[in-house]
């Protein structure tokens, strides 16, 4: 019991069986309202997180992923962003930021939008 | 560890030597409250899981035993905290423990036991859009005593109390080693109010 104790243990160590995303950040915008401003993450076409922004435009989001690309979607088109990681893009509509599956942690300086 | 060994090596002993019926058996159910605690995702995320419970001990006369069970617990995100448990339903608790068990009698009804084991639980969401599953599962390690009353003369029924400490690790995966402890493991404080019946 006690060996197969020791092999249940050490068995889940290192996977990487479920990934996950985490993001943090602030929406800089002249004139929309923060308090229904709904950003969404999606993956796989399906929403893993949302969350209204708070009060000066950060946010904090997390939710389960696969192993592709994650978007951040915003319903504003967005002008330009700085975070800590590189690799990320403006989609081709500026609605969205595009993730590459491998980066799951990344703090936005800031996401400037057009309006 | 001593006594661990103590233990493996009666208990064989106790069940191939002994022909005599004196391996008793009970079966058991529960109610059970789940609070997580610490500083993680289960904890900070989630409200207080509640659900039932089924199991089974043997127990020899040297008063070393062990036991099982079967755990369903169910609970909510609590508000406004849905951004950082992600877009899926209300979690699902699904839990087998396997233990051994001491047992210390401290008069005609009333018995003490302790228990410390092994524990394999599944974390499950339904995600928001559709019915496939997210499922998360890991091993820990289970902790815990009881305090059993004996209802009727021939010792068949019993009601207990019973407390637990248990560890979740599971294999949620983040770059940044903050983030990952804190959505990958949890520790659970369990409250059982049981029912035994002996024979």
């Known amino acids: ?7 249940l243990m ?12 985490y993001m943090e950040g602030k929406i800089v915008s002249q004139s929309i309202d923060y308090k229904f401003y709904m950003l969404k993450v999606y993956n796989e076409n399906r929403v893993v997180a949302e969350t ?23 319903p504003e088109k967005i002008k330009t962003f700085s975070a800590d990681k590189s690799g990320l893009s403006i989609s081709s509509d500026s609605l969205s930021i595009i993730i ?7 703090k936005f300086n800031e996401i400037v939008l057009k309006k | 560890m001593k006594n661990l060994s103590l233990v493996l090596l009666l208990l064989p002993m106790c ?9 008793v058996a009970n079966i058991e159910a529960k109610m059970a409250i789940l609070k997580p605690i610490g500083n993680n995702s289960l904890a900070q995320d989630l409200k207080t899981f ?21 755990s369903m617990l169910y609970s909510n995100v609590q508000y406004g905290k849905r951004n950082t448990y992600g877009n899926v339903g209300s979690p699902r608790l699904s839990m087998v423990n396997v233990f051994l068990t001491h047992r210390e009698n401290i008069s005609e009804e009333f018995l003490i036991e302790e228990l410390a084991g092994l524990s394999y639980t599944e974390q499950k969401n339904f995600f928001v ?3 496939q599953l997210l ?12 305090a059993i009353y004996i209802l009727d003369p021939e010792a068949y029924q019993a009601v207990f109390v019973e407390a637990r400490f248990q560890t979740f690790r599971t294999n949620i995966y983040n770059e940044n080693s903050e983030i990952q402890k804190y959505y990958d493991r949890s520790y659970f404080l369990t409250l059982n109010l049981g029912y035994r019946f002996n024979f």
């Open chain 2, 129 to 131: 859009d559709g019915n």
């Open chain 2, 15 to 23: 069940y191939l030597a002994q022909k005599k019926p004196d391996v």
């Open chain 1, 100 to 106: 590459p599956a491998e980066i799951t942690f990344v």
């Open chain 2, 135 to 146: 499922k998360n599962s890991g091993f820990g390690l289970l902790l815990g005593g009881k």
């Open chain 2, 50 to 70: 509640y659900g039932f419970s089924l199991g089974g001990n043997l127990m020899t006369p040297v008063n070393f035993g062990v036991g099982a069970d079967f």
């Open chain 1, 10 to 21: 050490s068995c889940d160590a290192d996977s990487r069986n479920n990934p996950r995303i």
């Open chain 1, 52 to 74: 209204l922004l708070e009060n000066g435009g950060t946010f904090k989001l997390s939710g389960p992923v696969s192993n592709s690309v994650t978007t951040l979607s915003s």
């Open chain 1, 1 to 7: 019991m006690l060996v197969l104790f020791l092999v």
